[in-house]
């Protein structure tokens, strides 16, 4: 990757605006998987926010160790979905770069495909550790539905919905790169199941988040 291309992937280096015209254009990078990985961000960032809006007051000091403990869980959560956004725009970058080396020769051929599987291999693991990612905040958002500021409690629904987003759009950027892989690649073996419990997971752990949040604003 070039200066140029390293610069142009520095998505958390853009306004919003600008994030947004390039989601928007011909360009596939930063695509669905980045896009994944900022929504779970979003989701951290405000589970982060009711945490901060918790601690305090007298009426949530009962809770006030779990909530800090969520609120630091999420702001970690907050930075590492940011630089898996990052990292899916990169691997996808490698992959286009990798496309186009030349193929004239043996040793370019079997350097080209080498370049292509490892490319491939890290645009099917960022998504995955994105999916992961994403699902321990959706947990971190069950956690603060019920204890969190009453007057954030929308927030937290929030949280949890684009949390959820995140996981089942990662998801999917995962199950389209692993017919890519190699036979061999441990990987295309394993994921299957793993992404079948953070589906069930996620199901799960939103419905759960929701009814909280709904019975509080009720």
């Given at each position: 990757?070039?200066?140029?291309?390293?610069?142009e992937g520095?998505?958390?280096?853009?306004t919003?605006?600008?994030?947004?015209?390039?989601?928007s254009?011909s360009?596939?990078?930063?695509g669905?998987?980045?896009?994944?990985?900022?929504?779970g961000?979003?989701?951290?960032g405000?589970?982060?926010?009711?945490?901060?809006?918790?601690?305090?007051?007298h009426?949530y000091?009962?809770?006030?160790a779990?909530?800090?403990?969520?609120?630091?869980?999420?702001a970690?959560?907050r930075?590492?979905?940011v630089?898996l956004?990052?990292?899916?725009?990169?691997?996808?970058?490698?992959?286009?770069s990798?496309?186009?080396?030349?193929?004239?020769?043996?040793a370019?051929?079997?350097?080209?495909?080498?370049?292509?599987?490892?490319?491939?291999?890290?645009?099917?693991?960022?998504?995955?550790?994105?999916?992961?990612?994403?699902?321990r905040?959706?947990?971190?958002?069950?956690g603060?539905?019920p204890?969190?500021n009453?007057?954030?409690?929308?927030?937290?629904?929030?949280?949890?919905?684009?949390a959820?987003?995140?996981?089942?759009g990662?998801?999917?950027?995962v199950?389209?790169?692993?017919?890519?892989?190699?036979?061999d690649?441990?990987?295309?073996?394993?994921?299957?199941?793993?992404?079948?419990d953070?589906?069930?997971?996620?199901?799960e752990?939103?419905?759960?988040?929701?009814?909280?949040?709904?019975?509080?604003?009720?």
């Open positions: 990757m070039n200066d140029h291309e390293a610069h520095a998505l958390a280096a853009l919003v605006r600008e994030l947004l015209e390039r989601l254009s360009s596939p990078v930063p669905g998987g980045s896009a994944a990985a900022l929504a961000a979003m989701g951290a405000l589970v982060a926010m009711v945490a901060a809006l918790t601690v305090g007051p009426e000091a009962d809770s006030e779990t909530t800090r403990e969520i609120g630091e869980a999420a970690s959560l930075d590492e979905l630089e956004a990052e990292a899916d725009s990169r691997a996808y970058q490698a992959y286009v990798a496309r186009r080396l030349p193929r004239e020769t043996d370019q051929r079997a350097a080209r495909s080498a370049a292509m599987h490892d490319a491939i291999t890290r645009s099917a693991d960022a998504p995955l550790r994105t999916a992961r990612a994403a699902r905040t959706l947990e971190l958002a069950r603060i539905a204890i969190g009453r007057n954030a409690v929308s927030d937290a629904g929030v949280a949890a919905l684009l959820s987003a995140a996981v089942r990662a998801i999917l950027n199950r389209i790169n692993l017919p890519l892989l190699p036979e690649s441990p990987l295309r073996s394993s994921a299957p199941e793993e992404l079948n953070l589906e069930r997971d996620t199901v752990l939103e419905a759960s988040a929701l009814a909280d949040v709904v019975s509080r604003l009720a």
